[in-house]
Every structure is written in structure tokens, then in C-alpha cells.
């Protein structure tokens, strides 16, 4: 697929060579060998209360589930009992001190199945108002909850119990930053796993952590994943995309339904249930893509019970939202859920938001074994007069010292008020999920995505230390459709004593793209970033669409089967066969422009739990990335660059138990480069040399006290160029542009007591410095930005409130954003959300 890059690409790779490159860090061996002590050392601690705020939905209508729970410690009957189940469980270690369960088998609804684990054991079960159950002495009358059980004359309380009475309240300790270790997560050709029972680096972000934060952006919904990261601050156009362990990820999924999100902003959280950044995952969960992994947007459906939720926003200056969320049953197994939002106003950078998106989701239920379900989202967003776009690849390096300007923040002197990059998207799908019995389910999706692209948005080259500037006006149309088709069969089976989880698919995306005939850019003004900047652009733009000018399409299957070898070890192995063809659309009968060929991509992993709450893992996957044939930018155009296949190779450990949770990853990425060579004063695009990716990811948190939850992620990395040819070999051992060796987070919550429902939160995220080319001649500096905010539940008007705020960039610190294509970002400013929502 062509990208819509100005014309001037990045310069020739040349520069003073980097001498010393580390080799893996002694340190990052040293920190994962402890991990994965602590990991094994960790079956012989107690289980902790299973507390959380936002507790899995239930299962409705008395559904049965299959049950293999073993005899044992209680403990770890209920642990075994609460995932199968997919419910929550709460409740003091103390009680279950030295209990025994008999264990469960075969098909149980989810109350007497608990019912059972808790025969002989003098407790009993109590539904939570959210959602999940607590455990009490059957002996003490609940007062502030329901009990679901009538316990048999066996659960009757012992007279030798003597245990004090115990109060599990689900919201009195803020949740874990890493609660989704416990939960499930589309995993792609792994079809749904537990994230505890993935052996990748999975980070899951839901939409209340998402309302609570305000956030708008990628980079404000992972703002606690280190390895996550945008350049692209909020309320601006997320031109060149996201990236993942310093690699660039250009691969976005809706419900799996493959969109291209760059270049034309942020996907609307108002509609998103849930978003995954996916690590290192692109080849066998998801066909053809860069290397880095993915993003996953799972968008909201209809709740079990009917809901409606209202929320008001403002963000500084006068930045105004509205969002309506309504969740209806309709009766006859018909559910729908409806979102309606918009975003009016002057954005703190100075840019004009205009913005509106609609999203409804149907469910039906057909008996006790079908289900369909579909959903259709349209937006509309257009950002005026927002900030240059600079480049840094024509800077004055030598010239400069090797620095870049100051940072200014008065955003109106850089930018052209009448300006804008409109965006419309639009994304329909439905799909049927037979479940054919107990042990095996098939689901069929067909869906559709368009992004639509209208450009008349202001680029600049930063010239020097001074700020000068060279402008540009770029005017372009495109229309990027992609159409999804996809079988998929998951299901169990035992040979002798090994159990198989097993996953299959066959499936089929096209993807077309429409470009305007007309592409314009142009120096049409020059400036400097600390003056006012007074062009204004008079020309015309023509958005009118020539025929299809790209057709690419990717027939896949795919297999993989989890084998639980016995309660402690699953081992993993998968493989995806791709068929990727791009037919020949430049008109010449006489050259063939044609591109096709097959790939197959494995994956491969073994997992050890040491209890249920761990796993230590190991696993090794391919990415693979199309190849393409040489634009017209270059001297080569028309040559040929093929398929290429990057490797991943990862250990690491997840712990999950609600008071200490981590998950460490040690992590080494190879992928071929791709880069621009000038010969006799032409360019070439050239494939040329290897790039790796290595390091150390950590994430972990800790229920420091009842009321306070500290947590901190970070990312080690080491990158290299090597094995490249002579035209290159200037940049022989160099380090990839934007990839800085350290980034931390440090993010705290805390539940103020004695104030009901307030809490506190915030984080310091740390940026190290990044090279802004292969050349390793310019580098970004490195910063931290603080964030803090708070939500506050209240009672107006008989109804119940949250009131949510969040401060970003705290101490207003001022710094530059790089990333993709020598592109570089004034940082985003000090500004302030509010937002008032109520739930009925």
C-alpha cells in the first residue's frame, strides 16, 4: 500500500558511526532470573481477597458450565472454579485456612456448582450487587447483600467455627492496574484466553480506566504501559501512528476487522468496550503486518440489565462533549446497546474539534445454542487550524550542535488557521455464533471498514536551533475500504490424559484503496516558531477520487491447539497460512506491476503454573510483512521488495492475585530494515540489513494498604542496525531511530478515607532520549510528564453521579515528540478535563 508521505522522504543515512552498541544487559538477565523465582516462590504464599471494582458479569439465566476442578485446598478449588467459571470471588484467606474441598466435576449452574465446592466448609456464597460473589460464615445474617444459595444442612456452621466475622465490600481498595491478567482477551487465531494463559506480553485497558482518565488518544490510554507509546499528543491529528517496544505499529483491529487508523487520528473511545496492545503478535494472530504487534478495539454490546449512562465533558479553553450510552433488553432474547457522541470546540493547542460518532450494537438469541450479532459505527471528525506537522530530516544538525529549538507552546504562532484534516469512518459487521454443544463453539463474522481521508493539513521542515521553518500545504483524498470474512472453530477434546483446547480458522480480507488524482505540495510559506505564523491557503482542494489504484487481498487459514499436559504445564503450537496477492492497477499492459506470494507463520510456547495465579512462559513467533513494489518516488519504482519475516522470541512470567500483581517479559525482536540510498545522486528504496530489538518489560503493581495501590512499568531496550550493505555501512551498528534505551512509569490510586467516594490517581511517565534518524546524528531529549486526576461519586437529585477530572501535564513541561519518518511534535501543554456522568 502506498503511504500519503510528502514527497521529500527521508535524506541519505550518513553520520558519525555509533562505536559502542551493548550486547543484552547483564541487568535485564539478572532482574528476569529473580522474577522468575519470585514467580515459582509464589505457590507458597496465601491467596489473597479477589476484590474488584468492576467484577465479570455473571452468567444469565441460570447457564450451565462445565466444571473440572480438582480435589484440594479450598483455595484452590475456588481459584480454579472462579476462572472457569469467569466470575469474581471475594474473601478473607482467613476463612479458608486449612478448609478442603472434595473438588467439582461435570455441568453445573455457577451457584450450585459453589454450592458444592462448599459443602463441610461452614460458608457461604453471597451475590454482590455488581456483579461476583463473597464468602461469609454461613452463621452471620447478611445485611447489605442477597445470599443465592439455600445451604443444605451440610453447610450448616460447625460449632467449632470460631472465625470473626469478615465484611468483603468489592469497592473498598481501588483495583489493580493489572486486573486483566485474570481476564479474557482476543488473542486472534488463539482465539479468547485468559491474558494469565498467554504466552505474550498482553496489556488490556477497559472503558471505565479509559472514562476515568479522560482519555482521547492511544497515548492517553496506555499512558501506564511503558512499551506503549504515540508521539502524537490529544486533540491532533495521530499522523504517523503508535509504537511498541520501539517498533512502529501500523495494525488496527475493530472486533478484528482490520482498519488503518494513521494518518487520520484516533478510534472514538466513546464506542470502545475495551482496547489490547497486542506484542509482538502480528503474524500468527493476525496475517500480514509490521512486526510490533497489534492494537485490538473490542466495542461495547448490550448489557444484561437495561443501563443508561449520561456524561457531560469540558476541557480547557472551551472544548465541550456530550456522550449518551444506552443499553436495552428488548425482550425475545433481543438486546441492543446504542452510543451517540460528540466533540465542539477549541481544543487547548488551539485547534478547532469537530466531531461526531454513532455506534449501535444488536444481539439475539435464537434458542439455546445461536446467537447473532451485528454492529454499525459512523464518524465524523474534522481538525482545523491544529499545529505543523514538522520533519526533521532537512535540520541543520551541525549547525545546531546536534539540539533542537526550545519549546514553545504559544501553538497559534505555528499553525494556519484555516488548515484541517477531515476524517469519516465507517464499519459494519455481523456474525453468528452456534454453540454446537458443551465442548465446542463456531463462529462466522462478516464485516466491512472505509476510512475516508480529506487533506488540506500544513507541514513543515524544521530547519535549525533558531526555529525556522520551510512550510507546506499538502492536499490529497483517499478512500481505504477493507472487507473481513472469517470461520472460526474453537472447541475440547481429550486424548488419554492430555486435554486439547483447539482453534481454527479460515478466512479472507481485501483491501482497496481509492486516491484522489490530484496530490499537492507545496513551499507555499516559510516561518520561524516563535513568530506568528499569518499564510493562509486560497487554493481549492479537488477531493474528487480516481478508479482503485490499490487491490490487495490475503486468503489465510490457521490452527493452533493448546495442550494441557496435566494442571501445571500447556504447551502452544500454532501455524497461519497466508495467500497475499496485489493486482496490477497502474494501466501500462506492458509492465506486469502484479505482486503475490505464500507464507506460512508458527508460534510456538510452553507455560508452567507453578499455582493458579502464575504462569512462567516461553514462546517464539513470526511476524510477516507483504513486501511491496517501488513507488514512483524512487529510481527503482516498479522493482520488487518481497515478503520479509521478522522472529520473536520471549520468556516471562504473570502473576495475578489482587494484593502483588507483575508480568515480566525478557524479549528479543529481528526484522529486516527497510531504507532510502542515494546513488549518483537518485534514490533508491532499498531492503538492507537487519534491525533487532532487545530488552527487559516489566509491569507491576501492589495493594500497598486497603486504600492506596502503587504500580510501575518500565522497558529496557537495546536496538541495533546490522549486517548492512556497502552503500550503508555508515550506519553499521547504529541504533533505530526512536527507540530510547529507558522509559518508566510510576502511577499510584488512592481511596481518600473517610470521604466517600473519592479517589485519587496519577502517574510520571519518563521518555528517555531517541535518535531521530538511522544516521544517530539528532536526538529528542528526554522528559517527564506528570499527570494527576480524580473521580468523586455524589448524590444530586436522587440520582447518582460521578464527577471525573483529570490534570495532563501537571508541571506544564515543555518538550519534543518524535516518531515515524523523522517527524517530530511540540509536546502537549498543561490542560484540564472535567466530565459529569450519571448511570440509570
Known sequence: MSQPRPAHSPQTLVGPRHGCHPRPSTLALALQGALLTLAVGSAMLPQVAHAQSAPTALPTGGEVVAFNVPAGPLAAALDRFART?????SYDAALLEGQ???????????AAGLSALLVNSGLEALAQPGGGYSLRQAAVAATSVTSVTNPPAAMRPRPEATLPTVTVTATAAPSSPLVYLSKHAATGALGHKSVLDTPFSVTVVGSEEIAERGAKSVGQIFVNDASVYTPTSSSTTDWWGTQIRGLPVRNSYIDDIPMLLYWGGDFPTEVVDSVTALKGLSGFMYGFGEPGGALSYQLKRPKPDNETTVELGYR???????HVDVSRQLGNELAVRANVATEQGTAYNESRIHRT???LALDKQFGASVKWFTTLLQEDSKNTAEPLQFYLSDYDVLGSGGKLPA????YGDFNVDNAYYRTKTLLASTG???KIDDQWDLTYQLGFSRKDHQSNKAFADLLNQQGDYTGYAYNFAGRLDTAFTQAMLQGKLNTGAVKHEVVAGLGLQRSKDAWGGEWYWSNDFNGNIHQPQTFRTTRTPDFTLTPVSADNRQLYAFASDTLHINDQWQAIAGLRFTDYKLKDLDGDPTVDSAYATRKTSPTLALIYKPNALTSVYGSYVEGLEPGQRVDALYANAGEVLGATVSKQHEIGVKHASGGVD???????????NQMDVLRSGARYLTQDGLVTYQGLELSAAHQFTKHLNLGLSGIYLEGAINRVSADNAAVEGNDPAYAPEWQFVVHAQYQVPGVKGLKLHGNARYFGQSYTSEANNLTVPDRTVVGVGFTHDLKMGGHDWTLIGNVYNLFNAKYWAGGGWSSGNAGEARNVSLALRSQF
Open 100 to 110: 478442603t474441598s472434595g473438588g467439582l466435576s461435570g455441568s453445573h449452574t455457577i
Open 432 to 434: 453468528l455464533k452456534w
Open 662 to 672: 507483575y508480568a515480566a517479559a525478557l524479549f528479543r525482536i529481528e526484522k529486516a
Open 316 to 322: 480547557n479553553p472551551s472544548l465541550l462533549s456530550a
Open 407 to 410: 519549546v514553545t507552546y504559544r
Open 85 to 89: 467459571a469467569k466470575v469474581n470471588l
Open 357 to 359: 460518532v454513532a455506534a
